[in-house]
């Protein structure tokens, strides 16, 4: 079985590779493997996602990204990754972010191979 987008939402293709791209289809982040003919999946949302991003370069070269300046409503997750601690990136394209709509609009920020939720801010 494969999952396929059944609606419009923003960004609703995002090339991460020549052969994987992302998309949402309802509450679930698809990772499309064209080589292998295989699909992963990112079920940290419990509402249907209206955008998907591809995290880019850090301006300077920088290997880590600050998410305490997030907040209140900011949690995060995954492994070594504590509450309030630099989240380290690894080069383009080992993050994502997705957004849910509904009651609770959250952004999720999750690793692109193990599909672990880096951090969530509900807004």
């Known amino acids: 079985?494969?999952?396929?987008?059944?609606?419009?939402?923003?960004?609703?293709?995002?090339?991460?590779?020549?052969?994987q791209v992302v998309y949402a289809a309802a509450s679930v982040v698809v990772i499309l493997d064209s080589a292998a003919n295989q699909?992963?999946?990112y079920c940290g949302h419990?509402?249907?996602?209206?955008?998907?991003c591809l995290m880019p370069d850090l301006p300077g070269g920088a290997d880590a990204l600050?998410?305490?300046?997030?907040?209140?409503?900011a949690h995060y997750g995954g492994a070594g990754h504590g509450s309030g601690s630099p989240v380290?990136?690894?080069?383009?394209?080992?993050?994502?972010?997705?957004?849910?709509?509904?009651?609770?609009?959250?952004?999720h920020v999750w690793?692109?191979?193990?599909?672990?939720?880096?951090?969530?801010?509900?807004?």
């Open 1 to 19: 079985r494969s999952v396929y987008p059944y609606q419009s939402v923003r960004n609703e293709l995002v090339v991460v590779s020549p052969t």
């Open 39 to 41: 699909q992963r999946f």
């Open 46 to 52: 419990d509402d249907e996602v209206l955008s998907c």
């Open 66 to 73: 600050d998410l305490s300046a997030l907040g209140q409503g």
């Open 88 to 107: 380290k990136l690894f080069g383009r394209g080992t993050l994502l972010a997705s957004g849910q709509v509904g009651k609770k609009p959250t952004i």
């Open 111 to 123: 690793e692109l191979e193990s599909c672990d939720t880096v951090a969530a801010m509900t807004v």
